[in-house]
Each structure stands twice: as structure tokens, then as C-alpha cells.
């Protein structure tokens, strides 16, 4: 008589061969999950990037002087050379506030610095965004001999992310100022 049922031999290649599917399954899992994941990072990198510009963008439209602090009349401003700092003077009513965006090349962050107006007279920093380069270029500067600076009439601003010399997206706008005309 014969009893139904499967022998050790049977229930140990369906065990080996059911492992093998699930650590197929389990492989394209985690595959798809890292793919979506690093998408996810990108995008929102890409979205912090965007917000450092378009912030940048929106105080440099509404500055009331916008200027390079290492221009000079003996250096002055080319529109062939790439900066990597901005200052902008904002007068709102009787309160000047200046706000200072430079890129710290040593941990490549970029940075936004205020000064605020009195009777504080206080500073803050804060880091924009990181692991970027941050490039300007000041096109049409006039000079003011009173003031002993440039002002330029429009502003590329440029933010690349730094990808460790590989090809890097990059995200550029171009502003026009309100310089003393």
C-alpha cells in the first residue's frame, strides 16, 4: 500500500527551488527601490537648486543696488569672467539692508549672509544649498565714480551641481537690476 504525501528528497528541491525565485524577486526589489530612491534625491536636489535661484533671482530684482565688492576702476567687471559672489544693497523705506551670496569653495556651499540695519546692526548666515559651484556673471556694469563701483544692468546666475568632474546639470537665469541709471 502506498501513502500519499511527498518524500524529504521532493520537499528539498521545491525548498531550493522556491529560495532561488524569492531571491530573484527580492534583487529586482531592492533594485527598483534604490533606482526610485536616487530619483527621489535627484528631484529634490533639483528643487533645491531651483529655490536657491529663484530666491537669488527675486532679491537681485528687487535690490536697489547690485554690485561686485572686488570690481575696481583698474579691475573692472568683464562679462567674460565668472564670479562667485553677489552683493546686493535693499532699501525698504528708511532701513538699508545688504545681503551678501558667496560660494565657500572649500566645502562648496553656498551661502547667504544679511546684515540688518540699525539700531541692531546684526549678521546672519545661512547655507543655502551644498555640493555646488555657484557662478556669476555681471553683464552691461556701469561704473559710478562717486561710489567707486560697478553696477551692472543684468546678472547671469549660474548654479552647477558638483558631480566630481563628471558632466553636471546646471541650472542658469538671467536678471535684469534696478541700477542707478
Known amino acids: 500500500m502506498k501513502?500519499?504525501?511527498?518524500t524529504l528528497v521532493e520537499l528539498l528541491v521545491v525548498l531550493v527551488?522556491?529560495?532561488?525565485i524569492m531571491m530573484v524577486v527580492m534583487n529586482l526589489f531592492i533594485f527598483s527601490y534604490n533606482l526610485w530612491f536616487k530619483g527621489q534625491k535627484t528631484i529634490d536636489y533639483q528643487e533645491q537648486l531651483r529655490f536657491?535661484?529663484?530666491?537669488?533671482?527675486?532679491?537681485?530684482r528687487t535690490a536697489t543696488a547690485v554690485y561686485n565688492p572686488n570690481a575696481t576702476l583698474s579691475q573692472p567687471i568683464s562679462p567674460a569672467t565668472a564670479y562667485s559672489q553677489i552683493y546686493l544693497i535693499n532699501t525698504v523705506g528708511q532701513s538699508t539692508y545688504r545681503i551678501y551670496y558667496y560660494l565657500n569653495t572649500a566645502n562648496k556651499t553656498l551661502y547667504r549672509k544679511v546684515y540688518y540695519p540699525a539700531p541692531a546692526f546684526t549678521t546672519q548666515t545661512e547655507p543655502?544649498?551644498?555640493d555646488v559651484n555657484f557662478v556669476v556673471y555681471y553683464l552691461n556694469a556701469t561704473y559710478s565714480v562717486s561710489e567707486r563701483i560697478y553696477y551692472p544692468n543684468c546678472l547671469n546666475l549660474n548654479l552647477i551641481i558638483n558631480n566630481n568632474g563628471k558632466a553636471?546639470?546646471?541650472?542658469s537665469t538671467s536678471v535684469a537690476t534696478r541700477v542707478p541709471r
Do not use: C, N, Y
Not at 17 to 20: E, F, L, R, T, V
Not at 52 to 57: F, G, H, I
Open 3 to 6: 501513502e500519499k504525501g511527498f
Open 17 to 20: 527551488i522556491g529560495s532561488i
Open 52 to 60: 536657491a535661484l529663484d530666491r537669488m533671482a527675486r532679491e537681485v
Open 128 to 130: 543655502l544649498i551644498s
Open 168 to 171: 553636471s546639470p546646471k541650472l
